[in-house]
């Protein structure tokens, strides 16, 4: 009796033992998930790069059910993007169900506006894409070539007009590197968004814009705008020159697509993110939205991802340094 008493005294310790061990071991934890609904936010407009990437996100998370709550896509314009940055650093701080979309206006609006919610002031989720740059006039100039836009900027000094986001952003960088190292002048106008910026040259109020496909592909093809060239070898323009094809050697920064969340959000739900995002890239719908919109695939998190913002903000800071010297 006193044997059989120990015996199952022992199984019963064992098991407990085998349980604690269960919950001990990270990879068995209890999972963290977020609650009924989490929110998207941008400081882009409808439509604009950012704001097509955070509707994709939010399509495949719930046709595949990789994220069972409600996602909500809120485009907080306004300040310069002050405004979507501050509700989520500040306001939304430690709040695990807000994310905000990640481009370098992240880094760039803060180190132009020298405000106190910078880059930093986030955690860093996930860069999932890279969009290209094309360079896109309006279909009524008549500009065939990139020869054509230079000599008539040669022409006019400052009377080529470009479009585009916030200025600091790649575009506006990459043009005003096209301009120097062609010996010319552009006057750059700078819009709430993208998205703006394409409208504006549709009404001919701007002569080009360097966009991305995924906003600009869908009135080459009603033929009210016409690419010149192009940051990559394009599948979508068949024989359109790149600029290095050309000869142009200027510089041009990476126009990346991700997700930040606020500070102090528990590590588990960083991770449960992380996971999100590496499931989302398997999704047919992904993956059809990848290659219509012509995206670079390049996926960083973790530490890779902490010393790529490190580095892109130091990069940022000597860019609009120089810029700001030559004025």
Same mark, same amino acid.
């Given at each position: 009796?006193?044997?059989? &008493? ?16 269960? =919950?001990?071991? @990270? ?11 989490? =929110? ?14 955070l509707r994709q996100v939010a399509n495949a998370w719930e046709k595949n059910k990789i994220v069972t709550s409600r996602i909500s ?55 999932? =894409? ?5 360079? #896109? ?67 001919? $109020?701007? $002569? ?5 496909? !995924?906003?600009?592909?869908? $009135?080459?093809? !009603? ?6 060239? !192009?940051? %990559?070898? !394009?599948? &979508? #323009?068949?024989? /359109?020159?790149?600029?290095?094809? &050309?000869? %142009? ?9 991700? /997700?930040?969340?606020? @500070? ?7 991770? %449960? #993110? ?14 059809? %939205? ?25 990069? #940022? ?11």
């Amino acid at each position: 009796m006193q044997h059989r &008493l120990l015996v199952v005294l022992s199984r019963r310790c064992l098991m407990i033992l085998a349980a604690s061990l269960f =919950v001990a071991i @990270p990879g068995h934890a209890a999972e963290w998930s977020p609650g009924d609904r989490v =929110v998207l936010a941008t400081h882009a407009g409808p439509g604009s790069g950012i704001d097509m990437f955070l509707r994709q996100v939010a399509n495949a998370w719930e046709k595949n059910k990789i994220v069972t709550s409600r996602i909500s896509i809120e485009n907080m314009t306004g300040a310069g993007g002050d405004r979507a940055r501050r509700h989520v650093a500040v306001q939304s701080r430690g709040n695990p169900n807000v994310l905000i979309g990640f481009t370098p206006q992240m880094i760039v609006g803060p180190l132009n506006a020298k405000s106190d919610v910078t880059v930093k002031s986030f955690t860093p989720v996930a860069i999932a =894409v890279v969009e290209p740059m094309v360079l #896109y006039v309006h279909a009524g100039l008549p500009w065939k070539n990139m020869k054509d836009m230079i000599s008539a900027a040669r022409q006019k000094p400052r009377a080529v007009l470009q479009g585009g986001g916030g200025f600091g952003a790649p575009p506006s960088i990459a043009g005003r590197d096209l301009a120097r190292e062609m010996g010319v002048e552009f006057s750059y106008t700078p819009f709430r968004s993208s998205a703006e910026a394409v409208v504006a040259l549709l009404g001919g $109020h701007v $002569h080009f814009v360097l966009e991305q496909p !995924s906003e600009t592909d869908q $009135h080459v093809k !009603s033929g009210r705008l016409r690419p010149l060239a !192009s940051l %990559y070898p !394009s599948d &979508l #323009y068949p024989g /359109l020159p790149t600029f290095a094809s &050309l000869g %142009y050697k200027f510089r041009t920064l990476k126009q990346f697509r991700g /997700l930040m969340a606020p @500070p102090g959000i528990p590590p588990e739900a960083v991770a %449960y #993110y992380v996971s999100a995002m590496e499931r989302t890239r398997q999704t047919p719908e992904w993956k059809n %939205y990848v290659k219509q919109n012509e995206l670079v695939e390049e996926w960083i998190v973790g530490a890779e991802l902490a010393a790529f913002i490190d580095s892109e903000e130091k990069l #940022y800071a000597k860019v609009l340094a120089e810029i700001a010297s030559r004025k």
